[in-house]
C-alpha cells in the first residue's frame, strides 16, 4: 500500500496496531474506484458468458497483491472455477528508445493456497546445522535472572526485542532449552500471526493445546467441549460440576468457537478468561515450574495482552517463567512492570564483525577467505538470518548476483511499514550508495521536511 501511496504521491491509508483507515483524499475516490471494480465484473461476466470460461490476468502493485488481492482471490475462484486467473505483480525497469527507464509489470507465475499446510504460528523448523554464536552476555543475563528468580520464589518474564532476522528466537529457544537442562520443566508455546486468524486468544489457546493429543483445530465446537470437560476433571478432581461447565465453555471460547461466554459482557469475559487460565497454570505449577512462550507480540491483541500482564502479576509468587518476542515500532505496549515479577528486557544488535565471521566460519568451513567474511558482514550487517541466506548464496553463486526472493521479501515488508517520505529518503539513498556522502541525503531529508 506505500507502493501506492508513492505512485500517486498522495497518502490513501492511515495505519493503526492492526487496522488501515481511508484518508479523506481516498474516500473521495473511492466511488470512481467502485465503479472500476464494477467494470472488471462485466467484464468477467462477458468472459464467462460467451467463452464458459477462459483466463484472466490481473496486473497490480506487488504490495497490493499481497496485502489485498491474493487474501480475497479465493472467493473469486470459488465462485468461477472456470476461469483461469493469473495475477501479474513484479516490477522491472526497461529502456524506451535510450530516452529513458520506466516501470513495467512482468508477469510472474502465482500461487494459490488452497490449504493450511501447519496451524496458524506455526514457526518453520530451524537448520539444525546453524550454531548459536554470540549472546554470550545476553544469556549471562538471562541465566543470573533464573537463579535469582528461583531463590527468591518470583515469576521472571524475559522479553527479546529486535529487528527481523536478528535472533530474536533463537535466543529464546536457547533459554528454554537451558530451562529443559535443568530438570522437569513443561514449556508451552504459541505464536501470534499476522494473518489468516481472527482469534485473537489463538496464541495462548495453542500454548494451552499443543500437549493435548486429543485435541485437534479441526474438531467440532462439541467434541472440544466434551474433551475439554473431561480434562477440567482430571485436573480439578474436587470441583463442581458448575467449575467443569464453565471451564470447559472457556477452552472452546479460546479455540475460536462459539461459546456461552459469548453472552456475557466484555468486563466479564475477561475476567473469567483471565481466572480460568490462571487456575490451569496453578494447576501445571503444582507439579513442576511452566515456561509459557509468545513470539510475536507486535501483531498481539490488546486482549492477549491484558492477560499476559494478569499472568505476571497472578503468578508473581510461583516458578514460572514468561518469555515474549517483539519488532520495534509496534504500538502493543509491552513489556509490563509490576513490584511483584523480575523482568529482562533485552534490545537485541547484530552480530559483530568477529561473531559474523565465527558463523560464517562454522558454515563455509575453515577455507573460507578474509574476503568472503569481510563482503559477507557488509551485505549482512551481521544480522543472521541474512548472513546465512547469503551464505547458501555464496555457496550455488559465489556470492555474488541477486539477493534470494526471501531476503528480497523480508526487505520489502520493512519497506512497507514507512511512509512516503522514509520511502524517498531511502529511494536516494539507494541511489548514493553505500560509500556517498551522508550530507547530501542530510540535505534531501531537510528539503522534504521544508514541504
Same mark, same amino acid.
Given at each position: 500500500?506505500?507502493?501506492?501511496?508513492?505512485?500517486?504521491?498522495?497518502?490513501?491509508?492511515r495505519r493503526y496496531n492492526r487496522? !488501515?483507515? !481511508?484518508?479523506?483524499?481516498?474516500?473521495?475516490?473511492?466511488?470512481?474506484?467502485?465503479?472500476?471494480?464494477?467494470?472488471?465484473?462485466?467484464?468477467?461476466?462477458?468472459?464467462?458468458?460467451?467463452?464458459?470460461?477462459g483466463s484472466l490476468t490481473v496486473?497490480? %502493485?506487488?504490495?497490493?497483491? &499481497?496485502?489485498?488481492?491474493?487474501?480475497?482471490? /479465493?472467493?473469486?475462484?470459488?465462485?468461477?472455477?472456470?476461469?483461469?486467473?493469473?495475477?501479474?505483480?513484479?516490477?522491472? +525497469?526497461?529502456?524506451?528508445?535510450?530516452?529513458?527507464?520506466?516501470?513495467? +509489470?512482468? #508477469?510472474?507465475?502465482?500461487?494459490?493456497?488452497?490449504?493450511? #499446510?501447519?496451524?496458524?504460528?506455526?514457526?518453520?523448523?530451524?537448520?539444525?546445522?546453524?550454531?548459536?554464536?554470540?549472546?554470550?552476555?545476553?544469556?549471562?543475563?538471562? #541465566?543470573?535472572?533464573?537463579?535469582?528468580? %528461583?531463590?527468591?520464589?518470583?515469576?521472571?518474564?524475559?522479553?527479546?526485542?529486535?529487528?527481523?532476522?536478528?535472533?530474536?528466537?533463537?535466543?529464546?529457544?536457547?533459554?528454554?532449552?537451558?530451562?529443559?537442562?535443568?530438570?522437569?520443566?513443561?514449556?508451552?508455546?504459541?505464536?501470534?500471526?499476522?494473518?489468516?486468524?481472527?482469534?485473537?486468544w489463538w496464541p495462548i489457546a495453542?500454548?494451552?493445546?499443543?500437549?493435548?493429543?486429543?485435541?485437534?483445530?479441526?474438531? +467440532?465446537?462439541?467434541?472440544? !467441549?466434551?474433551?475439554?470437560?473431561?480434562? $477440567?476433571?482430571?485436573?480439578?478432581?474436587? %470441583?463442581?460440576?458448575? /467449575?467443569?461447565?464453565?471451564?470447559?465453555?472457556?477452552?472452546?471460547?479460546?479455540?475460536?468457537?462459539? $461459546?456461552?461466554?459469548?453472552?456475557?459482557?466484555?468486563?466479564?469475559?475477561?475476567?473469567?478468561?483471565?481466572?480460568?487460565?490462571?487456575?490451569?497454570?496453578?494447576?501445571?505449577?503444582?507439579? /513442576?515450574?511452566?515456561?509459557?512462550?509468545?513470539?510475536?507480540?507486535?501483531?498481539?491483541?490488546?486482549?492477549?495482552?491484558?492477560?499476559?500482564?494478569?499472568?505476571?502479576?497472578?503468578?508473581?509468587?510461583?516458578?514460572?517463567?514468561?518469555?515474549?518476542?517483539?519488532?520495534?515500532?509496534?504500538?502493543?505496549?509491552?513489556?509490563?512492570?509490576?513490584?511483584?515479577?523480575?523482568?529482562?528486557?533485552?534490545?537485541?544488535?547484530?552480530?559483530?564483525?568477529?561473531?559474523?565471521?565465527?558463523?560464517?566460519?562454522?558454515?563455509?568451513?575453515?577455507? #573460507?577467505?578474509?574476503?568472503?567474511?569481510?563482503?559477507?558482514?557488509?551485505?549482512?550487517?551481521?544480522?543472521?538470518?541474512?548472513?546465512?541466506?547469503?551464505?547458501?548464496?555464496?555457496?550455488?553463486?559465489?556470492?555474488?548476483?541477486?539477493?534470494?526472493? &526471501?531476503?528480497?521479501?523480508?526487505?520489502?515488508?520493512?519497506?512497507?511499514?514507512?511512509?512516503?517520505?522514509?520511502?524517498?529518503?531511502?529511494?536516494?539513498? %539507494?541511489?548514493?550508495?553505500? &560509500?556517498?556522502?551522508?550530507?547530501?541525503?542530510?540535505?534531501?531529508?531537510?528539503?522534504?521536511?521544508?514541504?
Open positions: 500500500m506505500c507502493s501506492s501511496d508513492l505512485y500517486l504521491g498522495v497518502q490513501l491509508f487496522a !488501515l483507515e !481511508l484518508t479523506d483524499v481516498a474516500k473521495a475516490a473511492l466511488p470512481k474506484l467502485g465503479e472500476g471494480f464494477d467494470c472488471m465484473a462485466q467484464a468477467v461476466t462477458i468472459l464467462r458468458s460467451q467463452q464458459g470460461g496486473s497490480a %502493485a506487488p504490495s497490493f497483491a &499481497s496485502r489485498w488481492l491474493m487474501p480475497r482471490l /479465493h472467493r473469486f475462484i470459488a465462485a468461477h472455477p472456470e476461469i483461469d486467473v493469473r495475477i501479474s505483480a513484479r516490477m522491472r +525497469r526497461v529502456s524506451v528508445d535510450g530516452k529513458g527507464d520506466v516501470a513495467e +509489470r512482468a #508477469t510472474v507465475e502465482a500461487w494459490l493456497a488452497v490449504a493450511a #499446510t501447519a496451524p496458524p504460528g506455526t514457526r518453520r523448523r530451524r537448520r539444525r546445522d546453524v550454531p548459536f554464536v554470540g549472546r554470550v552476555e545476553e544469556m549471562g543475563v538471562i #541465566t543470573s535472572a533464573l537463579r535469582l528468580s %528461583a531463590a527468591h520464589g518470583r515469576t521472571l518474564l524475559v522479553h527479546a526485542g529486535g529487528e527481523t532476522g536478528v535472533g530474536k528466537s533463537r535466543l529464546l529457544d536457547q533459554v528454554v532449552r537451558h530451562l529443559s537442562d535443568m530438570g522437569d520443566v513443561e514449556v508451552l508455546e504459541g505464536s501470534c500471526v499476522p494473518y489468516g486468524e481472527s482469534n485473537v495453542h500454548a494451552l493445546t499443543d500437549h493435548m493429543d486429543q485435541v485437534d483445530e479441526s474438531m +467440532r465446537p462439541d467434541e472440544l !467441549l466434551t474433551i475439554a470437560r473431561s480434562r $477440567s476433571e482430571s485436573m480439578f478432581p474436587s %470441583a463442581s460440576s458448575a /467449575h467443569h461447565d464453565r471451564m470447559a465453555d472457556v477452552f472452546v471460547h479460546l479455540m475460536g468457537h462459539p $461459546s456461552s461466554i459469548d453472552r456475557l459482557d466484555p468486563a466479564s469475559t475477561r475476567t473469567i478468561v483471565h481466572q480460568s487460565v490462571v487456575e490451569v497454570l496453578e494447576a501445571r505449577l503444582r507439579r /513442576h515450574p511452566v515456561v509459557l512462550r509468545i513470539d510475536d507480540l507486535h501483531w498481539a491483541d490488546s486482549e492477549l495482552i491484558d492477560l499476559l500482564r494478569h499472568l505476571v502479576t497472578a503468578l508473581g509468587r510461583q516458578q514460572f517463567v514468561l518469555l515474549t518476542s517483539m519488532r520495534p515500532g509496534s504500538e502493543v505496549e509491552w513489556p509490563t512492570v509490576g513490584d511483584r515479577t523480575n523482568v529482562v528486557t533485552l534490545a537485541l544488535q547484530p552480530l559483530t564483525r568477529d561473531e559474523t565471521a565465527e558463523l560464517t566460519t562454522a558454515l563455509l568451513g575453515d577455507s #573460507t577467505t578474509p574476503a568472503t567474511l569481510s563482503t559477507l558482514y557488509d551485505r549482512s550487517g551481521g544480522n543472521p538470518l541474512f548472513l546465512i541466506e547469503l551464505v547458501a548464496l555464496t555457496g550455488t553463486r559465489g556470492g555474488d548476483g541477486e539477493l534470494p526472493d &526471501s531476503l528480497r521479501t523480508l526487505i520489502a515488508a520493512r519497506l512497507d511499514q514507512l511512509d512516503t517520505d522514509q520511502r524517498r529518503v531511502i529511494e536516494n539513498a %539507494a541511489v548514493i550508495g553505500a &560509500s556517498g556522502d551522508v550530507s547530501s541525503l542530510m540535505r534531501f531529508a531537510e528539503a522534504l521536511d521544508r514541504k
